[in-house]
Every structure is written in C-alpha cells, then in structure tokens.
C-alpha cells in the first residue's frame, strides 16, 4: 500500500499543495489509488481463450488418411508436385496453402490445374457442436501461408520438414500434427474471419466471444440475457441485437440449440431424461420433451 500512496504522491507538484484544500487533495489520492488499481487488474486478467471449451464441445479426431470421405484438411502445393524446403528461405513455403475441404465438395475438383495435394488428414466430430461447425464450414477455404495465422505457419513448416523424408514414428508424429493443424486453422479463422458473419466472426470480437465462452463452458448454467450482455459489457439491446446481427440467432436461441445438441447427444448413449435435463440446464424432463420436439 505504501509504494501505491508514494506513487501517487510523486505525481502531485509540491509548490501547488498550499493551494488545494484537504478534500481536494483526498479526492486526488482516492482518483490516482482507483486508476492505479485498475492498470493492475488489467495487467493481472487472463487472456481470454475463445477456443478450449468449443474444442471439448467438438471433441474431433484428425486423421492422417490417402483420401477423405468426410470433412478434410489438405497440404496443397502450387507449381510442381515435388517439396522442396529450405528453412532458411520461405520461398518455398509460400507455395504452400491449407485447403479445408467439406465432405460435400471434391477435392480434385476443387484444385486450380496447377496444385497437387501433398497430404490430407480426414478430420470427424464426435462431440455435439460438431454439426453446427460443419455448417459454418459449408464451402471450402483455401489459406495460403502468406495470409495465415503465425501459428498455422509454424504447423505448416513442422508437416513440410516432416515430409522431406521417412522417419521413425512418422504415422503418429502426423497424426498429432493434424490436431496441431486443426487448432491452428480455428485460430486463423478467429483472427481473420473468411465471412461477414457467422461463428467465428463473432469469436473474434471480445465481447459476443465473452458470452460465447461462457455459454460453451457451462450450457446448463441458467444463462440470462442481461447476464450475457454484462459479460460482453453491452446493454441489453445491444448486445442482442448485434448477436443476432453477427451469429444470425438470438442468445437464447443459440443457447437452447447448444443445449438440445448435448441432449441428443446423451440420449444415444441410454441415458434417462431426467439425469440429461439437468446436465443441460432444463427444468424437467417434461419440459426437455418439449424443447426436443420443438427442435425437431
């Protein structure tokens, strides 16, 4: 407390304390000791991590595969087919791009003439927020490295050294990098979303991904709006009219659709109704009923 108060006072011009009364001088020391308290704070806040708790809620699995039949990642080279890469040069790894490529598209017929795929890792959602990621992941997105996100390009250069030869281990090594690839791939389209509205738009804006985060984390949490919107520090109008704006769904919306994806999930696993409503947040089983079947 003490070196507060002394910084305070180094602050205060000596020759001006005669003229200012005691209440002036105590409203100064209590507006610098609050200031100063607050640059702590600021400096002490955690970082706030958009991506942990949806990754738990996807819970995917990535897999080094010859061709994917689902929802895939793809190393793609522009020029010729062979890898050449000098880690003193980036030459090389600007001839790199990811191509994250949905089920519903072909790859080879996605290529431009001159691009070949080096590698494909088959990416699958088990968890229940896999099929709303997928939506948002409708069309393909092809980053070059130029472009990317530092830690897609770390990630990237990892894989091309990897595939300059055979080594030991290689299979899994791989494989963890495939999951290495897709947290990256999250990070870029968080830090340079691909759309105008959408998932990962809203995650790049603090305070909707405030709300996000908090609602991934604990869906069952009788989440308010007014709860919410103090979280993303916004009115209540405000923050639900620009979430609606960016995410195309009303808070309470979204919410319910979280909710309902983890029961469906839980449902096929035998679990009774009664358990499942209160591990997401419903009253009752009855009223989870209706909410499924409002759902579809």
Known sequence: MGSVIDAIFENIDPDSVDALSIPCIVLYLMQQFV?????FVQMDAPRLDRLTALLEGLSPKVTLTSKANGFSLNIIKTGTPELSLDSSSATHLDALSLLACPAEHSLSKTLEPDQHCLMSFEVVFDGPMGPGLLAELSQPISINMKDADPSLVQVM??????????RCGQPLFMNRAGDILLISLMRHLTSRPQQDSGLFVALSDP????????MHTKPAHPWTLEILANLAGMSRTSFANYFKDVMQVSPGKYLENLRLAIARQLMQTGIGLKQIATRTGYAS???LSRAL???G
């Open 35 to 39: 200031h100063i308290n607050l640059l």
């Open 157 to 166: 250069t990892l894989i091309a050294n990897e595939m300059q030869t055979s």
């Open 207 to 214: 305070r909707i991904a405030r709300s996000l985060v908090a």
């Open 285 to 287: 089983p009855s009223t």
């Open 293 to 295: 079947g409002r759902g």
